[in-house]
């Protein structure tokens, strides 16, 4: 390897780049079967978790801006996935709640997380929880060490 450190082929954030791309492609059929966007899996994600969110809550949890979650959540909501409410103690509140159909939906993405491991690890022997736990570790602690020299916005 050459150590020039502006070729390409030494770019960790080109590697990072390229693994994300492959990851969203990886997940598109997938999550296409359930009838989700990555978008939306993970506000189902959240909701699963939550029970329910309001649309600030969603947005601190994904690290979206309200002009990304907002249309989504409406779009979720046409596809019976999500109810909207606005809180009565505050109108400009608006919570999102799970329908019946986005609770049960939980059941069949219950097997996402393996399948897309599979995918990551499918070529060094299948998927292991302790394998994907060290890559996620690993991803954690990247981020908290660029958060910690103040490399990122506080929202990122």
Not at 106 to 126: D, K, N, S, Y
Not at 138 to 156: G, M, N, Q, W
Request: charged share 25%; glycine share 8%.
């Amino acid at each position: 390897m050459d150590t020039d450190p502006l070729l390409l082929e030494n770019q960790i954030c080109f590697r990072v780049y390229s693994l994300e791309k492959s990851i969203m492609a990886a997940y598109k059929p997938i999550l296409r079967t359930l009838g989700l966007t990555y978008p939306q899996y993970l506000v189902m994600m959240v909701l699963w978790e939550k029970e329910e969110s309001t649309i600030g809550g969603l947005c601190e949890s994904l690290g979206l801006d309200t002009g990304t979650v907002s249309p989504l959540v409406k779009r979720m909501e046409k596809s019976g996935l999500v109810e909207r409410h606005r809180q009565p103690a505050d109108e400009r509140t608006v919570v999102v709640v799970l329908t019946e159909k986005g609770s049960r939906l939980r059941e069949e993405a219950a097997q996402v997380p393996h399948m897309i491991g599979t995918c990551l690890f499918g070529g060094t022997g299948g998927f292991d929880l302790a394998s994907y736990n060290r890559l996620r570790t690993a991803l954690d602690e990247a981020l908290l060490a660029l958060r910690a020299h103040a490399c990122l916005d506080s929202k990122t």
